[in-house]
């Protein structure tokens, strides 16, 4: 049974630009949340996804936008990428309304030169 | 707002010491909360949990209690292995109002290096 799949693996793009960042939930799980991890630090949370729909955020700009597609998967979005944008992306999942069980994926490491 | 404070790393230990790794944390109401670890290259794994005062969560030797009063649930394991050396995570995770879940609030993280 597949985990948290997330891709890619790593990524470096350039200021200003776009970048979109892919996760595919656990099995059975239909809610998507996206962390923010810097060098060193904890993840920060930025979204969770449910039924499609953005439920909370996370105290980021919103040059950070997200979607939930139907078979649950979900797309994390970051225009105008700045340098400070450079981490590491964590996708989790679980189920609505469980209140742990999260599974965590390994990440996308995001450099902006 | 929620925060979750944890000891310095990194905390370097000889094989079979005694493991104590502090967290304490804010919050409103009544929170849940959780060790997790990771390794590198990795994503986060849940260690244990503890969803209520006074409960303790374990899992593969390490332990942890939920102390409300002084608000900190330190992990704890009388053992330490060399495979235990990881970076570990104090977390915790507020019900909403709404019924749905606040996002987990982590804490930077304590850097373990066990030496054989």
């Known amino acids: 049974d597949a985990g948290v799949t997330q891709s890619p693996t790593h990524l470096i793009k350039t200021r200003g630009q776009q970048v979109t960042l892919r996760c595919s939930p656990k099995?059975?799980?239909?809610?998507v949340s996206w962390y923010q991890q810097a060098l060193g630090q904890g993840p920060q949370f930025i979204f969770q996804?449910?039924?499609?729909?953005?439920?909370q955020r996370g105290n980021f700009p919103d040059r950070f936008s997200g979607h939930q597609f139907p078979n649950y998967s979900s797309e994390l979005n970051v225009n105008a990428l700045l340098l400070g944008d450079s981490a590491l992306y964590l996708c989790?999942?679980?189920?609505?309304?469980?209140?742990?069980?999260?599974?965590f994926g390994s990440g996308t490491r995001l450099t902006v030169v | 707002g929620n925060s979750v404070t944890q000891m310095e790393g990194p905390v370097t230990l000889s094989e079979e010491a005694f493991l104590t790794i502090n967290c304490t944390y804010t919050a409103t109401g009544y929170p849940s909360l959780f060790w997790y670890v990771q390794y590198p290259g990795e994503g986060l794994q849940l260690l244990l949990k503890?969803?209520?005062?006074?409960d303790k969560g374990s899992n593969k030797g390490f332990e942890a209690t939920y102390r409300k009063e002084t608000t900190s649930f330190h992990l704890e394991k009388g053992s330490v292995q060399v495979s235990d050396s990881a970076v570990y995570f104090c977390a915790l995770r507020r019900l909403s109002s709404g019924g749905g879940a606040d996002g987990l609030t982590f804490g930077k993280g304590t850097h373990l290096i066990i030496q054989p």
């Open positions: 996804y449910y039924e499609e729909e953005e439920r």
């Open positions: 503890a969803t209520k005062a006074d």
């Open positions: 989790a999942s679980k189920r609505w309304g469980a209140n742990y069980g999260y599974t």
């Open positions: 099995s059975g799980h239909d809610t």
